[in-house]
């Protein structure tokens, strides 16, 4: 059973930022949260290269078991485009940062586990009635969550929430 809460809720800009330290911190938010950590995470990390140019697409799966039954699941996809290192100077500090088009993707939903998909029968009746308030908290529980992940990205970006 798969219940859908956030779909592909977008975050698009064009600029400069330093997009490794963006990278970074989102990566940071997601373990500090306790969704999975730096290993999994990645599923899908292609970059291609044009002259100086680069094209990024990267998907992330994170994961976080809520109880024996059911598990959150964040994914966040980045598709940057045209990206091209450039030199900025701020407070007689050069810095390199990059410049492109950045898309961000962030998609939530709850998962039941296999322990969940194997109920049959009259438990699996009991547990559907049982747990159908659970999952309202659930989903108000991830979509909370889900909003601040995407308001933590704005913000670093410089974007108003």
Known sequence: MKINLLSNQKIKWEGITDFGELYKYMKLWLED?????????????????????KQLEILWNAEKKKSEFFKY?????????GMS???????????????????????????STKAYDDLKGMQKMYY????????????????????????????FLGLRD
């Open 128 to 155: 559907d009635m049982v747990i159908r308030k659970r999952i309202n908290e659930y989903l108000r529980e991830l979509y909370d969550k889900s909003m601040k992940y995407h308001s933590y990205i704005k913000t």
């Open 85 to 111: 290192d450039v030199e900025i100077e701020n407070n007689g500090v050069k810095r390199k940062m990059q410049k492109a088009v950045f898309e961000i993707q962030i998609s939530s939903y709850i998962e």
């Open 73 to 81: 699941v964040i994914k966040t996809q980045f598709l940057v485009m």
């Open 33 to 53: 949260n306790k969704y999975g950590d730096e290993k999994n995470l990645e599923e899908k990390y292609i970059e291609r290269v044009k002259g100086e140019k």
